[in-house]
């Protein structure tokens, strides 16, 4: 298991007029030995799960020439025509 902080730089002027910058930690992130791994912000009650990205970044990219997740085409066409029941919807 590997922790890492989460940290925020701070700027400030110490008494003798040297700029100086202090490391406010906002969080930590947490990886275990299979790999899974989890963040935690200090200021939220919350732990988060990290995942990696399935895709390529491209910068300025057009929508229409933008990569797809993996699956995303396969949902669409899964629900397609089909009627959703909002009866069965748990939220």
Same mark, same amino acid.
């Given at each position: 298991?590997?922790? /890492?902080?989460?940290? @925020?730089?701070?700027? !400030? *002027? ?25 963040? /935690?912000?200090?200021? @939220?009650?919350?732990? !988060? *799960? ?42």
């Amino acid at each position: 298991m590997q922790k /890492e902080k989460i940290t @925020l730089p701070k700027k !400030y *002027t110490n008494k003798q007029g040297e700029e100086k910058t202090f490391w406010a930690e906002v969080g930590s992130t947490t990886t275990f030995d299979n790999g899974n791994k989890i963040l /935690e912000l200090n200021h @939220l009650n919350e732990t !988060y *799960t990290v995942f990696p990205m399935d895709r390529a970044e491209k910068p300025n990219t057009a929508q229409s020439e933008a990569p797809q997740w993996e699956g995303r085409e396969q949902a669409r066409q899964a629900v397609q025509g089909d009627d959703i029941d909002l009866e069965n919807i748990p939220f």
